[in-house]
């Protein structure tokens, strides 16, 4: 079957700091791979995305590359803001289906100035 | 609409009531997918719509949940005798066709069973 994996928060950091947040998948045949952030408040909004192995999806400084020999999308962003400060969510769509999505349990990130 | 809207953006309802949640997807999206986020927990599937197509009511997790969507839009989930366990937030998402570019999500309903 599908599932996401994610590292536990919350994750702590200081203004200026190198973030990873580690996600490793199962899934069936080669799925799509996201992360979501939410903001304190709002709604999930879509981070980036990668559709296929070795794609590199990037936005507003983060980046995670879809990794297939390690089944791995781990969230990278070399400085990071208080502004960072949000629950990042690791999802997939299974290629079998890519009505459902199946997110991890979120890793909450605090930037402290 | 510019965006997915919820409403009401936050319920409390007495355990063993009924409760409505609404969705209002994006203009022009053709799939809507209903989750929920419980605390401390990742998002769960409830139910899928595309289109003029049969739902995919998979997640859905007792006989007490139901969705429809009438015209192809604006789309309900009702929850029936509600219970203490029912409590969380309520996220709906719309998107182009199939997913696989990723959803816009709602803001949420966040629903507090007493």
């Known amino acids: 079957g599908n599932s996401v994996t994610q590292m536990e928060g919350p994750v702590t950091l200081s203004e200026e700091a190198f973030l990873t947040i580690n996600c490793t998948y199962t899934a069936t045949g080669y799925p799509s791979l996201f992360w979501y952030v939410q903001y304190p408040g709002e709604g999930l909004q879509l981070l980036l995305k990668a559709t296929k192995a070795d794609d590199k999806g990037s936005n507003k400084g983060f980046e995670a590359t879809y990794r297939k020999e390690t089944t791995s999308f781990h969230l990278e962003k070399g400085s990071v803001q208080v502004s960072d400060s949000a629950v990042y969510f690791c999802a997939l769509s299974g290629h079998d289906n890519f009505n459902k999505f199946y997110f991890g349990s979120g890793t909450k990130l605090n930037v402290k100035p | 609409g510019a965006g997915v809207s919820q409403s009401p953006s936050n319920k409390v309802t007495e355990k063993g009531k009924d409760v409505e949640l609404r969705c209002d997807p994006i203009?022009?999206?053709?799939?809507l997918y209903w989750y929920r986020q419980s605390l401390g927990q990742g998002l769960e599937f409830l139910i899928y719509f595309q289109g003029n197509s049969a739902p995919d009511k998979s997640g859905l997790p007792s006989d007490r949940f139901s969705a429809e969507r009438t015209g192809g839009s604006v789309s309900t989930l009702t929850i029936q005798r509600t219970q203490q366990e029912d409590s969380a937030v309520y996220l709906c998402?719309?998107?182009?066709?199939?997913?696989?570019?990723?959803?816009?999500f709602g803001s949420g309903t966040r629903l507090t069973v007493v």
């Open positions: 203009s022009g999206h053709t799939a």
């Open positions: 998402a719309s998107s182009m066709r199939q997913g696989q570019r990723g959803y816009t």
